[in-house]
């Protein structure tokens, strides 16, 4: 995970979206893998000044730390 306080944005490189080299150097999001998943099919596309994210939106419960957020949408 990589945080941007620049930005409101959550999005996580998922398998199968996520392919190549850089890919298989990190760990990544796998859908089928929870049982809370919702695929909204929703697609969303961000741009950034060092490049751009693009995919389908997706909503699950997403935990960090001590902190969890139940029903928290973000891109794949």
Request: net charge negative; charged share 15%; with cysteine.
């Given at each position: 995970?990589?945080?941007?306080t620049?930005?409101?944005?959550?999005?996580l490189?998922?398998?199968?979206?996520?392919?190549?080299?850089?890919?298989?150097?990190?760990?990544?999001?796998?859908?089928?893998?929870?049982?809370?998943?919702?695929?909204?099919?929703?697609?969303f596309?961000?741009?950034?000044?060092?490049?751009?994210?693009?995919?389908?939106?997706?909503?699950?419960?997403?935990?960090?730390?001590e902190?969890?957020?139940?029903?928290?949408?973000?891109?794949m």
């Open positions: 995970m990589d945080f941007d620049g930005s409101s944005d959550l999005w490189a998922s398998v199968p979206q996520c392919q190549g080299a850089a890919c298989k150097s990190i760990t990544v999001f796998n859908s089928t893998a929870s049982r809370t998943f919702v695929n909204t099919t929703t697609a596309s961000v741009r950034y000044g060092s490049g751009s994210a693009s995919g389908r939106l997706g909503r699950d419960t997403v935990s960090f730390a902190f969890e957020v139940e029903g928290q949408t973000f891109g």
